[in-house]
């Protein structure tokens, strides 16, 4: 077997994995979406059945050679070709995924599959004992696939590689004390200044929230052909497949931001995931496919914040925002813009503002990793995350689903996602301080509602690139320097500027 001939084996054998996967994911958005509550531990045993299908084929022997014949052929000749790209991408993944063996990678997805289910019950319930023993389960699984893929200093940097290729706690780690001090010395000026008008607190029918999400969505570029709009205990985007993005938001009568904020962070989410799949030709390869979730997160960080947090946004969208809500009919865009980008400590990340946002990240980063260093036990996380809120946030959670159970991350075994938030900030406001420089009239275009420069620009140089590039390097080409925390920090001082005048 030639070079040409081994690549197309890979790449059939890639489609048809990447349609198995497509079913997969369809069974997990139909599990937080429409299942029905006795139909949960049926779905457990059906994704646990995909998954050791796709875990076989993802080990199959005949990938390692197809691409030893691959391998040091005119193919991976020139890296900067997608062929090349692909052939790297394939061998990481495939040493990776030979390394899990088939009856932990079962166990993993079913153990997700139920901890989710317990997570939404025990959330509701307020009620973390009845959790803690999925918790424990997930953790100790996840330990043990750490020490299947290996690591050379913490068993944390394992699953963090997992989501974002080559980062490791020691990189990660002071990251994030930047943004950790950034953000205490702005709460700290901004606790004594005067305080922004809150918008009125409706009530914003159901309804109304829907109709307004679907004119922003479609505003910003997601098209409604290819996606659609749902609900769910916690928001979420996901890619099924080709042209076809899911998002869900959930809805508060009361605050109309929390939903429009969230449908906004999904739908950047979801013109990402659509826009590095732009054709069949790159159906089931690697550069169809998201770098990295740092990357992923930069670009609903970017619409959530850089644009949909900014002034110019609201000046084209309040008049539409009160056809739907006649009580905004007060409300300049300058207020709206002011209320939304008021730094207020809160307990909720999901709904903190982006000053508060890193800290929370914080918070969650240190517990997790001390939960699989063995230094905290589960059963004292909801005393640890308490403590920690109080010192990092200044504010101590009045329940456990106020506080350690708000997140869906744990219940899923999805330990070393945390950071990539805080990274995904960063990327974000490296990448819209670039596409500002390149597009001078971008704040202009905003105001008009005309959003196509700014994706056209991210298309370019983010998404259709796939994974041609690691992620550190992809910001970097796209911006024209190494990616650092200071766009974020100068942005964030900015807005407090322009909010308090700090």
Same mark, same amino acid.
């Given at each position: ?319 539409? !925002? ?56 589960? !059963? ?56 500002? !420089? ?65």
């Amino acid at each position: 077997m030639n070079e040409s001939q081994a690549y197309a084996s890979l790449v059939a054998h890639g489609r048809e994995s990447a349609d198995l996967a497509s079913a997969l994911s369809l069974l997990s958005w139909d599990q937080q979406v429409m299942l029905p509550a006795a139909a949960h531990p049926g779905r457990a045993a059906q994704l646990g059945a995909l998954t050791a299908v796709l875990h076989r084929r993802a080990t199959d022997p005949r990938i390692g050679e197809w691409l030893a014949a691959c391998e040091g052929s005119p193919l991976t000749r020139d890296a900067a070709t997608s062929e090349a790209a692909n052939l790297r991408e394939w061998r990481r993944d495939y040493d990776l995924s030979v390394k899990i063996p088939e009856e932990l990678a079962v166990a993993l997805a079913r153990a997700a599959s139920a901890g989710q289910r317990a997570w939404e019950i025990a959330r509701k319930e307020n009620d973390f004992k009845a959790f803690a023993p999925h918790l424990q389960e997930l953790l100790e699984l996840s330990r043990r696939k750490a020490e299947a893929l290996g690591y050379t200093t913490e068993a944390y940097d394992a699953l963090l590689d997992g989501f974002e290729p080559g980062e490791t706690v020691a990189a990660v780690a002071p990251i994030l004390a930047e943004l950790r001090g950034a953000s205490r010395e702005l709460i700290a000026k901004a606790k004594d200044a005067p305080q922004p008008r809150d918008l009125p607190q409706g009530p914003y029918p159901l309804a109304a929230q829907q109709a307004f999400l679907g004119e922003v969505t479609r505003m910003l570029g997601l098209p409604p052909e290819a996606s659609r709009l749902d609900v769910s205990a916690h928001p979420f985007s996901t890619l099924i497949g080709p042209r076809d993005a899911r998002i869900t938001v959930r809805y508060d009568a009361t605050d109309f931001t929390k939903a429009l904020f969230g449908a906004v962070h999904e739908t950047g989410h979801s013109l990402y995931s659509l826009g590095h799949d732009i054709g069949d030709a790159r159906h089931g390869t690697p550069m169809a496919e998201y770098v990295s979730l740092a990357v992923h997160e930069s670009q609903s960080r970017l619409w959530e914040n850089q644009v949909a947090r900014s002034l110019p946004f609201w000046e084209h969208v309040l008049p539409l !925002a009160v056809q739907h809500f006649p009580e905004l009919a007060g409300c300049a865009p300058r207020d709206v813009f002011a209320a939304v980008g008021a730094i207020r400590p809160g307990l909720i990340r999901v709904d903190a503002d982006e000053t508060t946002y890193n800290p929370h990240i914080v918070l969650r980063f240190e517990l997790e990793l001390a939960l699989v260093r063995g230094d905290l036990a589960v !059963a004292d996380l909801p005393g640890a995350w308490n403590e920690k809120s109080r010192d990092i946030l200044g504010i101590v959670p009045p329940s456990d689903a106020a506080g350690c159970l708000q997140d869906v991350h744990w219940a899923t075994g999805a330990f070393g996602y945390f950071p990539t938030y805080s990274l995904g900030n960063v990327y974000a406001a490296c990448l819209f301080e670039a596409a500002r !420089a390149a597009l001078p009239g971008l704040d202009a275009a905003m105001a008009r509602g005309d959003f196509a420069p700014l994706l056209a620009w991210l298309r370019t140089n983010i998404h259709e690139k796939g994974r041609l590039l690691r992620p550190r390097d992809l910001v970097a080409a796209a911006t024209g320097q190494a990616p650092t925390a200071g766009p974020l920090i100068r942005h964030l001082k900015a807005k407090a500027q322009a909010v308090y005048g700090l």
